[in-house]
Nanobody, 123 residues
Framework: QVRVVESGGGLVQPGGSLRLSCVASGLSLAQHVIGWFRQAPGKEREGVSSASSSDGSTYYADSVKGRFTISTDSARNTVYLQMNSLKPEDTAVYYC????????????????WGQGTQVTVSS
């Protein structure tokens, strides 16, 4: 059974940092693209970042480029999202998701979703 589970959310002040983790089970990172999404209250879900450990490709939304970094740890079957210079507009529930693919382009249709972790950026 495939599962992806997020953790690492919390409350942080503007300018601060958080690292989100996505632990995948029942799948191989070598055969799946892992993506991070977020959804703020009253807004549509937004693709934030994705990564393929197969070919090293990554994708970042323009809104997070230069501030967020995605990385993979195949030994732990875990994908991280390091979020720096956080802004109040980054406040949202963050989800990770997985899809059978070898290259990420930012437009994948994901099959497996986690339950989400809340990130709140506020002073």
């Amino acid at each position: 059974q495939v599962r992806v589970v997020e953790s690492g959310g919390g409350l942080v002040q503007p300018g601060g940092s958080l690292r989100l983790s996505c632990v995948a089970s029942g799948l191989s990172l070598a055969q799946h693209v892992i993506g991070w999404f977020r959804q703020a209250p009253g807004k549509e879900r937004e693709g934030v970042s994705s990564a393929s450990s197969s070919d090293g490709s990554t994708y970042y939304a323009d809104s997070v480029k230069g501030r967020f970094t995605i990385s993979t740890d195949s030994a732990r079957n875990t994908v991280y999202l390091q979020m720096n210079s956080l802004k109040p507009e980054d406040t949202a529930v963050y989800y990770c998701a997985a899809v059978l693919a070898y290259h990420c382009s930012g437009v994948e249709d994901y099959d497996y979703w986690g339950q989400g972790t809340q990130v709140t950026v506020s002073s």
